[in-house]
C-alpha cells in the first residue's frame, strides 16, 4: 500500500469514524416515533458539534483535504485500475462532499443558530431529519469508496499471481518440442 492509499483509506475511515458517532442520534431521529426527548438530544447534539472549537473544524477539513489529494493522486497514475476504481471512488467521494457542504452544513446551522424570526421549531426539527438523513448518504458513499478501494487491491493482487503463473521462468521448465522436420532415431523409438 502506499502513500496515496494510506491518505485515503486514512480520510475515509477517520469520516466514518465521526459519523459512527453521529449515527447514535441519527439512528434515533431517522427510525424511532418521534418524542420530544429524541429531538432534544438532537439538538443538543448537533448545537455542541457546530460550536465545536475552530481547530477541531480545521483539522476535519484538513482531513477531508487529504482523502481528495490522495484520490486525486491516485488518478494521476491513469491505467484500467485507477479510471474503473480510483475514478469511481473519486466520484463518490465528490459526490459525498457536495453532501455534506449542500445539505450538512446549512442543516446543522439551522438546527444549532436558528434565525428568531424565521426557523420556527418545525424547521429545526425537519432540518434534523435532513441532517440525518444527509449523514446516512454519507456514510453509504464512504463505505463505497472502502469497497472499491479493496477491490483495486484485490484486483492487482490477482493480476501479480496470474503474472506469476504465465511467467517466463515457468515455461523454460517444460520440455521442448522437437522441430517439424526431424524424425525420430531408432534410440528413441
Known amino acids: 500500500m502506499g502513500y496515496r492509499q494510506a491518505a485515503v483509506l486514512v480520510s475515509v475511515s477517520f469520516f466514518l469514524g465521526v459519523l459512527a458517532i453521529c449515527l447514535n442520534v441519527d439512528y434515533r431521529i431517522l427510525f424511532t416515533p418521534l418524542s420530544d426527548s429524541v429531538v432534544r438530544d438532537g439538538f ?10 475552530t481547530a477541531i473544524k480545521a483539522l476535519l477539513h484538513g482531513v477531508i483535504f487529504l482523502g481528495l489529494v490522495g484520490l486525486i493522486g491516485k488518478l494521476h497514475k491513469w491505467d484500467d485500475s485507477a479510471v474503473f476504481f480510483d475514478g469511481s471512488s473519486l466520484a463518490a467521494y465528490i459526490f459525498a462532499l457536495a453532501v455534506y ?14 434565525v428568531p424570526a424565521v426557523d420556527t421549531q418545525e424547521d429545526r426539527v425537519e432540518a434534523l431529519r435532513i441532517l440525518s438523513a444527509g449523514n446516512t448518504i454519507i456514510v453509504v458513499l464512504l463505505g463505497g469508496v472502502l469497497v472499491l478501494q479493496a477491490g483495486e487491491q484485490w484486483a492487482r493482487r490477482l ?13 523454460s521448465k517444460t520440455v521442448p518440442e522437437k522441430p517439424a522436420g526431424e524424425t525420430e532415431s ?4
Open 44 to 53: 443538543e447534539f448537533y448545537t455542541t458539534f457546530y460550536n465545536s472549537p
Open 159 to 171: 493480476e501479480s499471481n496470474i503474472l506469476k503463473e504465465a511467467s517466463p521462468a515457468d515455461k
Open 186 to 189: 531408432k534410440k528413441d523409438k
Open 101 to 114: 457542504m449542500t445539505v450538512g452544513i446549512p442543516s446543522c446551522r439551522t438546527v444549532a443558530d436558528p
